[in-house]
């Protein structure tokens, strides 16, 4: 049986991709308040194709492969055209930049093998995952912003915020790591088996 493919929940998905270049223009053309604006609405849309699709009985393939795509590229536009704009601590910064985007991928990948393995349970998102996504939407959101409150110095907390969860991040790719290499261990030995049985 066919699975539906214009969902509620797929189209919020949809709509969340389909943001991302009006973020982009917004930030680009520093108009910075409205970029933040997107990027909320894109959060939002974020947590409420998960709760529709969970409520709704709306749950597809194409919305599972979807939705932390489009939750990667949202996050990581964010990110690079923040080190763009970055004028304090940019090598810092960039770094870890570089450590959000660059575990997305690893650990994007990684679920996909071990989704190919039947073991894609074992690298189920984590508490420590969850954390980290917190601290890296708040971040970014302080960081679009970036006019002190008053005696709240966003700009900072912003950065702070991100190093955080740039911290966490490797945290999380370790526990990640830590889970899957049993199953990358028993595949490697399997696959020198193979090959000394072809010699």
Known sequence: MTEPVFTVANQLTMLRMALV????????????????VVFVVAGLTDALDG???RHAN????????LDPVA???????????????????????????AIIIGREIAISALREWMSE????????V???????????????GFLLYREDIGWIPVPLIGEL?????????LWSMWTYLSAAWPVMSRSHLGSDDDGRAGR
């Open 21 to 36: 270049p009006a973020f982009v223009l917004l930030t680009l053309g520093r108009e910075f308040t409205w970029a933040l």
């Open 51 to 53: 709760y529709v699709a």
């Open 58 to 65: 709306q749950s597809t393939r194409l919305g599972a492969m």
């Open 71 to 97: 939750d990667k590229i949202m996050v990581s536009t964010a990110l690079v055209l923040l080190v763009q704009r970055q004028e304090t601590n940019q090598v810092v910064f960039a770094i870890a930049a």
């Open 117 to 124: 393995l039947g073991e894609r349970a074992l690298v189920s």
């Open 126 to 140: 984590s508490w420590v995952g969850k954390t980290k996504t917190v601290f890296q939407m708040t971040a970014i």
């Open 161 to 169: 915020l991100l190093y955080t969860a740039a911290a966490l991040t």
